[in-house]
């Protein structure tokens, strides 16, 4: 029993690096993908302020999704567009900010 839990820290930091590995390899790989659907969607870096993508383990035990990507453009910076990965499509989400949804661009 001892030797199981003098192993347990070990076993802990383990999984926090492939953790930390799989989120950060991740987020580079759907940073990616969101460029390249912004450029089908015939957008260039010049339109784009930021693109945020985040992680939660969480959303996947409550079955929600795992990427979120926040995206700000250029002529709308006060507003953000929210997408995620669906199926292994990138989809359109939502959007918040101070934009009236009538004058919302994107």
């Not at 926090?16 to 260039?44: A, P």
């Not at 409550?62 to 199926?87: A, F, G, K």
């Not at 499509?89 to 900010?97: M, Q, T």
Request: charged share 25%; aromatic share 10%; no cysteine.
């Amino acid at each position: 029993m001892k030797k199981v839990l003098s192993k347990l820290p070990i076993i802990f930091v383990i999984l926090i690096l492939m953790g930390t590995i799989y989120v950060g390899v991740g987020k580079k790989h759907i940073e990616d993908r969101m460029w390249d659907y912004l450029e089908q969607e015939n957008y260039s870096e010049t339109d784009i302020h930021t693109i945020k993508v985040k992680h939660s383990f969480m959303n996947v035990i409550l079955s929600y999704n795992e990427w979120i990507i926040e995206v700000v453009y250029e002529d709308e910076p006060t507003s953000q567009y929210i997408y995620t990965i669906r199926d292994g499509k990138i989809v359109e989400s939502g959007v918040s900010g101070t934009t009236d949804k009538d004058d919302l661009k994107h």
